[in-house]
């Protein structure tokens, strides 16, 4: 009993608002998205945020939801279970955007899956959350779909509808004691929709408290929700139980002229549309509609005044003393809710592990991408066609502008492919960390290395093509040092990647920088210019080609020739720990901005 009890949520939110500062070239300035608003839902019943586009449901809903955190812009009361939000509900809540924000290439199945694993209680095994994601596939009807992948903008995938349940069915497998959603029905037929919203219906019997935006619901769907909130501009026009909206507007004067859905009507009303409307006749010679624009918009504004003004002196009063009366709750359920504690569902290892695997099964498809492969061994040839056995023992047969070759090929490719791992991700990235699925760090760790078995496996075959072609020094000693030196060359520009690209977030500025950035360490890589002026030359000892380049010269030339083309050959000990502190400090630099990053809707 005290667990169902624990598991209730009451929210009650009383007199938000919330403004934003909009800065212009010139001046700054306030606006009002919402005006005091409102209202309180209870567990068992749905309550429906309606209201033309623009009214602000979306902002109340990542409002109540917790995700809107900039406190300044805030005002009013937002309570669960008679206490402020805590970071501990995030667990308890579940968040259903409007964009389905899903891993493409992940099947129904596996998508489900992994949310089970990394999102539910550790007290639970591996095979219950196993089971829990069936459960979900099987409550949401999926299972005709469950091997299909989800799908996006290029590959095909489930369709509109079901991929809509997936997103549901990814924050319904927590069983969450609230649970908001975001438009969950835009963009499906009628059956499709009223499936939909049946669904939310049954999760609220089931004792949970349910929050959804909806824009135009059809009769049939509308009769579905206990609760209804109208937004119109922002203010509050209606809260109260859906079945008796009509009932209030008819008492306020305001009647639909033609038989309609009683959603049009609402969304008219808000709308300030008043042309199958029947008004108060105080109101007639006001809102007389005229034909400019001008006189329409005027007519919208005082209409809206009327009802935002006939609410608060009609309805207002009475909901707020109705809010304000304590809630008869056992001390330990609030407790709950307040505890600052966050909870994993699994281990920090376990969602290494789990991330790992989900990384490697989403870009399964350019894993073992013959492209890739294609480009390295073509290139390797032909540098070795270019460089066939050359004689290493004169200066004319040098090879160091293959070794140089080697060492911006190797540390421009790592920079390119990593700058796009976190940008790409943004999206499932801000979404999953608002719910507190993971650590970020077993994130980070888990993405930056389920990357690194291909990228290591590629310069094997480039070094095995180019090396006995072009007749480098021959023993195992020298290759493998060639090959360990690429290696820190490729892991060092793969941290100078995912840092510019975690630190912009954007892709076409991260390329853009990413390209500056490694035209200047090519540049000061030691092999076109020599003599750099004084005051630019610690530049190159931030460019991991000049690192690179000397080592693979060291390797080759040591104990044979102490300066190639005005590079000296030193003991190399300076450069491996030039490379090693890339490797990390670029990582780090990463890591440092992802932390930073603005989670979704600014949570
Ligand atoms: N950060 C912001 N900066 C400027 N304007 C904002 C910001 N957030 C919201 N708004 C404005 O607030 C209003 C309400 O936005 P919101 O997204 O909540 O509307 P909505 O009712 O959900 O609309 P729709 O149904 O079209 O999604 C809009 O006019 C929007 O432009």
Redesign the pocket.
Known sequence: MLTILMEMMILQFTDVT?K???KGMTSTRE?D??NGITGCVNPGEVLA?M????????????LLGGRLNQSSNLGGSVTYNDQPYSKSLKSRIGFVT?DDVLFPHLTVRETLTYAALLRLPSSLTREEKTKRAIDVIQELGLERCQDTIIGGSFVRGVSGGERKRVSIGNEIIINPSLLFL??PTSGLDSTTALRIVQMLQEIAEAGKTVIT?I?QPSSRLFHKFDKLVL?GK?SLLYFGKASEVMAYFSSIGCNPLLAMNPAEFLLDLANGNINDVSVPSELEDKVHVGNGEAETRNCECIFNQYLVEAYETRVAKREKKKLLAPIPLDEEVKLKVSSPKRLWGATWWEQYTILYCRGIKERRHDYFSWLRITQVVSTATILGLLWWQSDTSSPKGLQAGLLFFIAVFWGFFPVFTAIFTFPQERAVLSKERSADMYRLSAYFMARTTSDLPLDLVLPVLFLLVVYFMAGLKMGAGPFFLTMITVFLCIVAAQGLGLAIGASLMDMKKATTLASVTVMTFMLAGGFFVNRIPVFISWIRYMSFNYHTYKLLLKVQYEHRMPVIGGTRIDSGLEEVCALVAMVFGYRLLAYISLRMMKLQS?A
């Open positions: 919330y934003v500062v909009i606006k998205i919402l945020l209201g033309p586009s623009g009214s602000g449901k979306t902002t109340l809903l990542n409007q975001d438009e935006t824009h937004l922002g600014g």
